[in-house]
């Protein structure tokens, strides 16, 4: 049974990096062929996909927030990290990591997860 478990600072300043880790039990997170994930939602608002790092190290970002965004891991830990830079208010959201890929496609993101972490918030706030 894979497990996945958010970490990080539940509170971000504005224009300061926000930065989760997500810690995978249960499997590699270099096992052939997954894909790792990190998603968020905001407050009153739907899912939305951020990108992922896949078991070979490459990476994926959704063009939305791909100029902010950066997702590395450290194999030796099984961990795989978030880091969100130049963040504001609207990036309050809880933050959740999950075992699967996405793609962005017409602007529309399709994504495909089958295990997921219970999901941090994180607020933006001075």
């Known amino acids: 049974q894979v497990q996945l478990q958010e970490s990080g600072p539940g509170l971000v300043k504005p224009s300061q990096t926000l930065s989760l880790t997500c810690t995978v039990s249960?499997?590699?997170?270099?096992?052939?062929?997954?894909?790792w994930s990190w998603i968020r939602q905001p407050p009153g608002k739907g899912l939305e996909w951020i990108g992922y790092?896949?078991?070979?190290?490459?990476?994926y970002y959704s063009p939305s927030l791909r100029s902010r965004t950066s997702i590395s891991r450290d194999t030796s830990k099984n961990q795989f990290t978030l880091q969100l830079s130049s963040v504001t208010p609207e990036d309050t959201a809880v933050y959740y990591c999950?075992?699967?890929?996405?793609?962005?496609?017409?602007?529309?993101?399709?994504?495909?997860?089958?295990?997921w972490g219970k999901g941090t918030l994180v607020t933006v706030s001075s």
């Open positions: 999950a075992r699967g890929g996405g793609t962005v496609v017409g602007g529309r993101a399709y994504y495909d997860m089958d295990y």
């Open positions: 249960g499997g590699s997170i270099t096992t052939n062929y997954y894909h």
């Open positions: 790092i896949a078991y070979s190290g490459s990476t």
